[in-house]
């Protein structure tokens, strides 16, 4: 089942502006990653955090994790309209010994970037 | 490198067939996870195959099967298909060795089945 939660489930916004997505989660995890679809398509990989990072950096992207709260966010700078798509949080049950690398997506966030 | 190929891309079934998709992974990569994403149910994990030894499954029912191969190309079988099954199906590879948890996956462009 689902575990993760993102907020908000759509968000448009203009080219140069900042978009910032929220992810929840609920169990203990190793590290958080970050992916992008575009348009019903394969996901691509953006960043991942490591439960003991608090903050991450990737050119326009910033990624915070805060554990105490199971909570992420996702911060795209300067946006482009190249960067509409959708973006899922996704994390690996660290308590379960079976639960491999299977990804725990959530909902993820729509994002819509106008020219 | 060539990325991780899904064929067929589109797929029309009706209710009670049976389906096969297939997945190539990146080359030299040994590990090859599915996922099904659905508007309601979002993205689910269904299994992961390591060197043609299943590790990992999903919640889904034993409709749903799949195996890997020497050359670690993968199908997976969806039996008995019911509507709900329209979906895209998803399949990820990860690297060379055994798959941990904060490996990078990739994902090829996925399999559109609609389930008439």
């Known amino acids: 089942s689902q575990q993760g939660e993102e907020d908000p489930q759509a968000l448009s916004i203009q080219e140069g502006e900042n978009a910032t997505m929220n992810c929840s989660y609920k169990t203990s995890i190793n590290n958080l990653q970050w992916y992008r679809q575009n348009s019903g398509r394969g996901l691509v990989h953006l960043i991942l955090i490591r439960s003991n990072e608090r903050e991450k950096h990737s050119g326009r992207l910033r990624v915070t994790l805060d554990t105490s709260k199971k909570s992420s966010s996702l911060l795209i700078t300067a946006s482009r309209a190249a960067d509409t798509a959708s973006y899922f949080c996704a994390t690996v049950d660290s308590r379960r010994r079976q639960a491999g690398t299977a990804l725990i997506f959530g909902k993820g966030t729509t994002l819509s970037v106008s020219s | 490198k060539a990325g991780v190929t899904q064929t067929p891309r589109y797929l029309i079934k009706t209710r009670g067939q049976q389906v096969t998709l297939s997945c190539s992974p990146i080359?030299?990569?040994?590990?090859v996870s599915w996922y099904q994403q659905t508007p309601g149910q979002g993205l689910q994990f269904l299994f992961e195959y390591f060197s043609e030894t299943q590790r990992n499954k999903g919640n889904f029912p034993g409709r749903f099967s799949g195996r890997q191969f020497s050359n670690s190309r993968s199908e997976m079988n969806v039996s008995t298909l019911e509507l709900g099954d329209s979906a895209l199906y998803l399949c990820a590879s990860k690297g060379r060795g055994l798959p941990a948890p904060g490996n990078e996956q990739f994902f090829g462009p996925g399999t559109r089945l609609t389930v008439l």
């Open positions: 080359s030299g990569h040994r590990s």
